[in-house]
């Protein structure tokens, strides 16, 4: 999952801040004897690696937008959505202004970008690429028949 948007941004620093209480709150908290003695560790070991996860999120975005996340190698279409989402946070076009550019609402760009994309014929994607400024440099390999 990629935060799209400084809303997003903010929404998952709060769930951040919170498992991070929740981790502390865990560690402090004493458990009934009759409950596996496992269970603090296993519930420790969980909410920590959600704080990881939204940490890389959140470092994610931070990079992109400002500006030491500049390219993305891509080895399949299927992360093309991804890049186009995230050319847009390097290049700190809001979805309002991309939207504004290729002339649709803004809402359509939080449409697709929610959807990564699903939908949207080959001919949108290279308006919004060209929005972007995006540009691609890659070789296609044939399969040889055998």
């Not at 969980?46 to 990881?52: D, K, L, Q, R, Y």
């Not at 299927?78 to 847009?88: D, F, K, Q, S, Y």
């Not at 946070?89 to 504004?100: D, N, S, V, W």
């Not at 919004?128 to 055998?146: P, R």
């Amino acid at each position: 999952m990629i935060i799209q948007n400084e809303r997003h941004y903010r929404i998952t620093k709060a769930h951040l801040a919170g498992f991070e209480g929740g981790l502390i709150a865990n560690d402090e908290r004493e458990f009934p004897p009759n409950v596996d003695p496992g269970m603090k560790q296993l519930m420790h070991d969980a909410i920590a690696s959600e704080i990881e996860v939204l940490r890389h999120q959140l470092d994610h975005y931070e990079k992109l937008r400002d500006g030491h996340i500049t390219s993305r190698e891509i080895t399949s279409l299927h992360e093309l959505p991804i890049a186009l989402i995230e050319a847009r946070i390097a290049a700190r076009l809001t979805q309002r202004e991309l939207a504004k550019r290729i002339g649709v609402a803004e809402q359509q760009i939080q449409r697709w970008e929610a959807n990564e994309y699903s939908g949207v014929n080959l001919t949108r994607l290279q308006e919004i690429a060209d929005a972007l400024g995006v540009q691609m440099h890659d070789t296609i390999t044939y399969s040889s028949a055998a």
